[in-house]
């Protein structure tokens, strides 16, 4: 259905054509906007260079459900990018029949047509027969007839005098194909009985139960059952730790509102506890067991084979909001919060305090407790009239009963953990971070000193320092924070040598915030947060470890390589794997973020991606842990993907751009379109495009050429699968099939996103409605209820053997087998 839009300029002028009027604080918004060498900030137009009002990178497929607009027509919503922002705009769908739910009721569904016209005279010298079986058409029975003359005359639905059957060398080996009747296969035996006064054959039938239901004359297989198995966290972490000496085996993760989830090796669990408060930080004090604490003094010891979470009971009795805790055994514990308030247990007895009134008021960013008894509190207090950063420090293994404080320089300190030599009584080196990615180490006479790293650290600042379990010159981790201005934060491998020390890049990071476990176990935890998406990145990280828990990336689309490795990619082009039989993933970023839109892993060597950089397409080969651009195309971004062999693969994108993949690169081909180029799918020598308007293209004989559609006035096509010598394609409200014969129009529903085809009768669906997104099937004559729900949009979607999956945003995998 065509929509018409109504696009409104407005222009700021004066009243007289020859006076300048300034556009300095005139009022601008989406519809109102500022002249060149002006900007809109804040509703007023200022002067300044402009801003980037692109919508790359913009996703408009959450759109409110389909509704019902009467009786029958069907209103969905199609998403558009203006200017940055989504719109949403209605598209209208008369059904045949009615409208029920959001979705046009399909007239046909349960109707089986054997049941004919019985045969008769049509006049004195004409005889009407029916076929044994017909077809559904908006909820009727057609059959077809045949006239038959009688020259003898019609009697009793009947030819007279004549044996028909030899006059017309009726042989009946020819039986109806099979039907569906009441949840039955109906065949039909051959040969036949042929009747002389119609000539008509009469089969025998008999019929079959199909358990699983009947579609076309066909007994259905049992649809998959899918899951949802990612993310697997669905609470954003507070702080996360792993268990020592359990080689990553054993963690513990804790977010707002009491979660508390453990990962025993092969799954997270949440586990229950007493209360709802929000969970701020957790450590493990030995292997077994993890000190908890959170808001309303909230602390707990977790013992997670068992699931056993006991609240402890701290003295002082105050509110307070704890956030840190360190410790080096279930009595031996320290505690604090963000104002200077401190408990400590030491073999089994609580003791309480605050740090010194001098300094106050205290404002602390970390706590660590080492090998030794000393006890350090980081962040910055008062010197007099300076804020200052600060350590409190305590040696209670020295007997000391009070914290002295250390101020530092003006500033404060971000992070605190141990340092690259193991404490001994004689020394004992606490590592601190600052805002500017700067380390200082505290010394046990109260003194600092710099730590200088070679390459100098990048990132926001310093947000957590773990050093390795044990050992002599041992390394330690340090993360920084990836929060604007930055962007980008790293975790480093600090390794000190007799020339300095050496900074090691182990992973990078890009959502804003980042927290580290406190514990080293053959690699330290980082947890990387989405906290409006209540989803996060949960990686290990050692000199040989490289592993990801859980993976909260948006995903674009899901493919399996050669060797049935799941692999997924991000809209950030990253490429994550999961080899069969693994329960952790591995994370490959690039060196740079970009626009990724599709991801191909089968029939060939590595990972393709393509999408856009900029306003440019990108086709990306990703093998190893390396990434290298295979081709550029100015100004038209890719889309989709597909690949029959390292010789013989296709992209399309923007403006009907087509290119060739081979072993030596890509190279562009004559496309007879245009119109954009949304999905795309090849097999030997045949591939089918779709896009925007319908536009249906089609490769064969060594030439893209256009397919007139079945439905010309479609906004745009987003699937196509191929099967069976057939395509299938579809889009919003739109389905149909193309093979020999031309094209079947095919029931639909609104929403419709992408397709996965197990075979013609196995067809499963996504359809987007809200924000929400529902997997359906399709058994070649209609479409199932509801199979699952994922919140957000899922991409593309694979399948390999019994397998079906998709990836899709807030780091959904939906798997089918």
């Known amino acids: 259905m065509k929509r018409l839009a109504l696009t409104v300029f407005v ?7 020859n006076v300048a009027v300034d556009p300095e604080g005139h009022r601008c918004d989406a519809t109102n906007a500022c002249p060149a060498g002006y900007v809109c900030l804040d509703g007023s137009c200022r002067r300044g260079a402009p801003v980037d009002t692109s919508c790359e990178g913009v996703s408009c497929d959450e759109p409110p459900a389909p509704v019902c607009a009467g009786n029958t027509v069907v209103r969905s919503f199609s998403g558009r990018c203006v200017s940055g922002q989504c719109r949403y705009e209605p598209l209208d769908t008369t059904c045949a029949t009615s409208c029920a739910g959001g979705a046009c009721v399909d007239a046909c569904a349960g109707v089986s047509c054997v049941t004919p016209p019985s045969t008769a005279c049509i006049d004195a010298l004409t005889l009407r027969t029916f076929a044994m079986t017909g077809t559904c058409q908006d909820g009727d029975c057609r059959y077809t007839q045949t006239d038959t003359d009688c020259p003898n005359g019609c009697e009793n639905a009947s030819c007279k005098g004549v044996d028909l059957c030899a006059v017309m060398n009726v042989t009946c080996t020819t039986p109806p194909d099979a039907v569906c009747v009441n949840g039955a296969r109906r065949t039909f035996t051959t040969p036949g009985t042929c009747e002389p006064g119609t000539g008509q054959c009469r089969y025998v039938s008999s019929d079959t139960p199909c358990p699983n239901g009947c579609a076309l004359g066909v007994c ?3 649809s998959l059952t899918f899951t949802q198995t990612g993310p697997r966290l669905r609470f ?3 702080g996360l730790d792993v268990a020592p000496g359990s080689s990553g085996n054993s963690a513990i993760a804790v977010g707002n509102n009491g979660k508390l989830a453990k990962w025993n090796g092969v799954q997270w669990t949440e586990v229950t506890t007493p209360s709802t408060s929000n969970l701020n930080a957790v450590s493990f004090v030995s292997g077994t067991v993890a000190y908890v604490v959170g808001g309303a003094n909230t602390v707990y010891t977790v013992r997670p084979s068992t699931n056993v979470v006991t609240p402890v009971q701290l003295p002082g009795g105050a509110s307070a909001n704890l956030r840190f805790v360190s410790g080096r055994g279930e009595n031996d514990v320290l505690i604090a919060d963000a104002a200077g308030g401190w408990w400590r ?4 007895a609580w003791t309480s305090g605050t740090l010194p009134a001098a300094n106050a008021p205290w404002v602390i960013r970390g706590a660590h407790l080492d090998e030794t008894q000393r006890e350090r509190l980081a962040g910055n207090c008062a010197d007099g009239a300076t804020r200052k950063r600060c350590v409190a420090y305590r040696n209670l293994g020295g007997s000391a009963t009070t914290f002295n404080a250390d101020p530092d320089q003006a500033g404060t300190f971000t992070a605190i953990g141990g340092g690259f030599d193991v404490p001994t009584n004689l020394t004992s080196e606490g590592l601190l971070g600052l805002p500017d990615n ?3 180490t505290h010394y046990i006479n109260g003194l600092y000193g710099n730590e200088a790293t070679n390459p100098v650290l990048s990132g926001a600042g310093v947000v957590g320092i773990t050093a390795q379990a044990g050992g002599s010159g041992r390394d330690v981790y340090v993360l920084t924070s990836s929060a604007a201005p930055a962007g980008v934060g790293h975790l480093y491998r600090l390794v000190r040598g007799a ?14 915030e980042e927290t580290i476990s406190s514990n080293d176990s053959s690699g330290v935890l980082v947890a990387e947060v989405r906290r409006a998406q209540n989803v996060n990145n949960v990686f290990r990280r050692g000199p040989v470890t490289n592993e990801a828990f859980d993976v909260g990336e948006d995903f674009i689309g899901a493919s399996f390589d050669g060797m049935g490795t799941l692999v997924l990619a991000t809209s950030g082009g990253d490429v994550v794997l999961r080899a069969p039989n693994a329960n952790t993933f591995e994370l490959r970023r690039p060196m740079t973020r970009w626009a990724a839109r599709a991801v191909e892993a089968r029939n060939g060597t590595g990972v393709l991606l393509v999408g856009a950089n900029g306003n440019d397409g990108v086709i990306v080969r990703n093998v190893g842990s390396a990434f290298t651009t295979v081709a550029t195309a100015t100004g038209t971004p890719f889309n989709a993907v597909c690949r029959v062999s390292d010789s013989d693969g296709w992209a399309v994108g923007a403006a009907g751009v087509i290119y060739r993949l081979t072993n030596s690169g ?3 081909v004559v496309s007879p379109t245009t119109k954009d180029l949304v999905a795309l799918d090849c097999a030997a020598g045949n591939a089918v495009a779709v896009g925007a308007e319908g536009t249906v293209l089609r490769f064969g004989n060594g030439s893209w050429t256009t397919v007139a559609p079945a439905f010309p006035g479609a906004e745009k096509l987003t699937t196509v699968q191929l099967v069976m010598g057939g395509a299938y394609v579809g889009g919003d409200g739109v389905l149909a099939r193309y093979g020999a014969t031309g094209w ?15 075979s013609s009768q196995e067809v499963y669906g996504t359809f987007v409605t809200g924000g929400s997104t529902v997997v359906k099937r399709f058994d070649g004559a209609a479409w199932s209820t509801g199979l699952v729900t994922v919140s957000g949009s899922l991409g593309g979607g694979v399948q390999q053997g019994s397998r079906v999956v998709w990836g899709g945003t807030f780091g959904a995998i939906v798997e089918g087998d």
Not at 744 to 758: E, F, I, K, T, Y
């Open 499 to 512: 020339l300095g020390v050496t900074a090691n890049d182990a992973l990078t990071t890009y959502s804003g």
């Open 345 to 348: 247990n030491r073999a089994g």
């Open 744 to 758: 079947s129009s095919l029931p639909s529903q609104p929403g419709l996103s992408r397709l996965v085809a197990r």
């Open 236 to 238: 954003a972490i507070n």
């Open 438 to 440: 700067l380390l200082r």
């Open 220 to 222: 259905l297989t049992p």
């Open 11 to 17: 222009v700021l002028a004066g009243c007289d054509t």
């Open 666 to 668: 890509a190279t562009r």
